[in-house]
């Protein structure tokens, strides 16, 4: 079965401080992950995505995320936190041998609430 | 590009009553928008696939008379809460895949908060 673990509800980092959110999955096939932002009472933004290539992928705003096939991650990353960065991140997968009506469905962690101190 | 829209983004209803959100790909055809509910601080929880021109599909546990989606054009789809009632209160987000291929990303609309009182 599909699904996404987000091991950590909250991480806090210092200003100028490297953070990581950290992100495993389970898919049938091969998969397509995605992190996303999301600040108070609105909705998803889309930080990066990874299908194939290059494991370190580059998104906006600084971040990248490292895809490792062997421990099935896709840590978030970015090597100097910003006190603006602070949010919700969701870490999402959407399997690519799903077919039918639900087809391009994503599935969700639970989100990490990243807290950066100035 | 690639811009999704909702309205309202809040809304605040009688319990008994129906409410109709609207989800609209404004500069984008959208084969596929996807209905996902949320509570405080948690994930989100998909809760229909709206196929345009077809019956929407439905996870387990949603009542599909209870939430009505239609999907008729390639840039609208409703979601109605039919006899809302305050657990019923939540804030819902739509997101829509572009027509055409098959790597197709989904694009977020900023939400609407129901209220049920």
């Known amino acids: 079965a599909q699904s996404v673990a987000q091991p950590e509800d909250q991480v806090n980092v210092a200003e100028g401080n490297p953070l990581t959110v950290k992100c495993t999955y389970s898919v049938s096939g091969n998969p397509y992950l995605f992190w996303y932002v999301q600040y108070p009472n609105r909705g998803l933004q889309f930080l990066l995505k990874?299908?194939?290539?290059?494991?370190l992928v580059k998104g906006s705003y600084g971040f990248e995320a490292e895809f490792n096939k062997s421990q099935t991650s896709f840590h978030l990353k970015k090597p100097s936190a910003l006190v603006s960065d602070s949010a919700l991140y969701f870490c999402a997968v959407r399997d690519l041998l799903e077919r039918g009506s639900t087809l391009g469905r994503l599935y969700f962690g639970r989100g990490t609430q990243l807290t950066v101190w100035p | 590009g690639a811009v999704v829209s909702q309205h309202p983004s809040r809304v605040i209803c009688k319990s008994g009553t129906s409410v109709k959100i609207e989800c609209r790909s404004l500069?984008?055809?959208?084969?596929?928008m996807f209905w996902y509910r949320q509570f405080p601080k948690q994930s989100l929880m998909l809760m229909a696939t709206?196929?345009?021109?077809?019956?929407?599909?439905?996870e387990q546990g949603v009542e599909k008379d209870k939430f009505l989606i239609n999907h008729a054009s390639l840039t609208l789809s409703t979601l109605t809460v039919t006899s809302a009632h305050p657990e019923d209160s939540s804030f819902y987000i739509c997101?829509?895949?572009?027509?055409?291929?098959?790597?197709?990303?989904?694009?977020f609309g900023p939400g609407t908060r129901l209220t049920v009182l």
């Open positions: 997101s829509a895949s572009l027509r055409g291929g098959f790597y197709n990303e989904q694009f």
């Open positions: 709206s196929n345009e021109g077809s019956k929407a599909t439905y």
């Open positions: 990874y299908i194939t290539g290059d494991n």
């Open positions: 500069d984008f055809q959208a084969t596929t």
